[in-house]
C-alpha cells in the first residue's frame, strides 16, 4: 500500500509516523509539495514537486504522480485543498485512488468561519460569536453586547494567518473590509484547547479523542500542550462529530471560559498538535491503513494519561542540491 500526502510542509513528524506504518506492511510514502525545499520531502520514500494548488494543471498533476508511484490514497494537511480535493473525489476513485477527505459541505462548512459558528448556533452548540456585517458589530458594541478588543480574522484562512487585534471603533473603521472577507469575533481570554479525534470510515465511530490544554502556540500551531481528562469537553465534541460527520482526522480548537467551553475552530484533516495524541497511543495513522484494508478500528475511550506535556523543538538540515529533489 502507498500513501500521498500532499502539501507535506514541515510536517515531518507525520511523514515519519505514516514511513514507519507504511513500511511495516511493505508500503510507501509519497510526499509531494510546491516547494522543491520543503523539510517533509526528505523524509518520504518518495518526493515530487508539483504546482500551486490553485494550477489548472495541478489535479492532473497528482493523478499522473498517484499513477507513477501506484498510490492508494491521498490526504491533505492545509486547509484550501480539502475543498479542491472533495472535488475530484470521483475521478481519483474510478483510478481506484481514495482521497481521504469528508465529503465538500462539510470541508466548505469549516473553512468558512462565519459558516462554522451558523452550524455550532443552529445545532445548539457553544460558539463563538461571529461577524461579517458592521452595522451588526457596531449595534452589539451600542448594546454592551460586544467589547473592545475585538479579533479580525480572514474568513477562509487558517494557522492565524492575518488575524489583528482591533482596539477602537476608529480601528475597526479603519480595518474593515465590505467584500465577507474578514469576521471580526471577541477577544477570548480564556484557556485554549485542542481536540484530535478520529472517525472511522469503514464503521462510521468515532474511534479516538484526545484532548489538550494548549500551553504556548508558535505560528498559528501548537508548540507546547499538556493531556487532559475532561468529560465535558469530550461529549460536547462528540456532539459537534455527530452533527457535522467528517470521516478520518480532525482538528478542532474550543477555549474555556466562565461561561463553559466555546468551540472556535474545526479542521477537518490532521491539525499540527497531532503528534500528542500519536506519542500517547492514539495511532490515527494506523487507524487509516486498517480502514484503507477494509478493517475497522476499536474505539478507545480515554486511554491515555493527564497531565503529559508534549514539547516542540527545532532541527535542520542543509540540502546538497534542489535540482534533483525529485526521486
Known amino acids: 500500500m502507498n500513501i500521498l500526502i500532499s502539501s507535506a510542509g514541515r510536517r515531518v513528524k507525520l511523514m515519519q509516523y505514516f514511513k514507519e506504518e507504511l513500511h511495516r506492511i511493505g508500503g510507501k510514502l509519497i510526499a509531494v509539495d510546491c516547494d522543491a525545499t520543503a523539510p517533509a520531502f526528505s523524509f518520504a520514500d518518495y518526493a515530487e514537486t508539483v504546482p500551486q494548488i490553485t494550477h489548472p494543471d495541478y489535479i492532473k498533476t497528482l493523478l499522473d504522480i498517484c499513477k507513477k508511484h501506484h498510490v492508494h490514497a491521498i490526504l491533505s494537511l492545509i486547509d484550501p485543498e480539502l475543498s479542491i480535493l472533495a472535488n475530484h473525489k470521483t475521478q481519483f476513485f474510478n483510478e481506484n485512488i481514495k482521497i481521504i477527505v469528508s465529503n465538500k459541505e462539510v470541508v466548505d462548512l469549516c473553512l468558512d468561519k462565519y459558516r462554522t459558528f451558523q452550524f455550532l448556533k443552529n445545532h445548539a452548540l457553544p460558539f463563538v460569536p461571529t461577524y461579517i456585517k458592521k452595522d451588526e458589530i457596531v449595534e452589539e458594541l451600542q448594546n454592551h453586547k460586544l467589547a473592545f478588543p475585538l479579533i479580525s480574522k480572514p474568513r477562509y484562512g487558517s494557522a492565524s494567518l492575518g488575524m489583528t487585534v482591533i482596539q477602537s471603533l476608529k480601528e475597526l473603521e479603519t480595518l474593515w473590509l465590505d467584500n465577507n472577507s474578514h469576521v471580526i469575533q471577541p477577544f477570548i481570554s480564556g484557556e485554549e484547547y485542542g481536540i484530535d479525534g478520529y472517525i472511522d470510515f469503514v464503521s462510521s465511530q468515532t474511534t479516538n479523542l484526545f484532548c489538550k490544554r494548549k500551553l504556548k502556540m508558535r505560528a498559528g500551531?501548537?508548540?507546547?500542550?499538556?493531556?487532559?481528562?475532561?468529560?465535558?469537553?469530550?461529549?460536547?465534541?462528540?456532539?459537534?462529530?455527530?452533527?457535522?460527520?467528517?470521516?478520518?482526522?480532525?482538528?478542532?480548537?474550543?477555549?474555556?471560559?466562565?461561561?463553559?467551553?466555546?468551540?472556535?475552530?474545526?479542521?477537518?484533516?490532521?491539525?499540527?498538535?497531532?503528534?500528542?495524541?500519536?506519542?500517547?497511543?492514539?495511532?490515527?495513522?494506523?487507524?487509516?491503513?486498517?480502514?484503507?484494508?477494509?478493517?475497522?478500528?476499536?474505539?478507545?475511550?480515554?486511554?491515555?494519561?493527564?497531565?503529559?506535556?508534549?514539547?516542540?523543538?527545532?532541527?535542520?538540515?542543509v540540502l546538497p542540491s534542489i535540482v534533483n529533489i525529485s526521486q
Not at 482538528?251 to 479542521?267: A, H, P, Q, R, W
Not at 500519536?278 to 486511554?303: D, Q, R, W, Y
Open 221 to 317: 500551531e501548537t508548540d507546547k500542550s499538556i493531556s487532559v481528562l475532561d468529560e465535558e469537553l469530550s461529549k460536547l465534541i462528540a456532539k459537534v462529530i455527530q452533527h457535522l460527520k467528517p470521516i478520518g482526522p480532525i482538528d478542532i480548537d474550543c477555549f474555556k471560559t466562565d461561561k463553559g467551553y466555546l468551540v472556535s475552530e474545526i479542521n477537518p484533516r490532521f491539525g499540527g498538535g497531532y503528534p500528542h495524541a500519536h506519542e500517547m497511543g492514539h495511532n490515527f495513522v494506523k487507524n487509516i491503513i486498517n480502514n484503507l484494508l477494509g478493517k475497522p478500528n476499536k474505539v478507545m475511550a480515554s486511554t491515555y494519561s493527564e497531565g503529559a506535556v508534549m514539547i516542540k523543538f527545532d532541527d535542520i538540515m
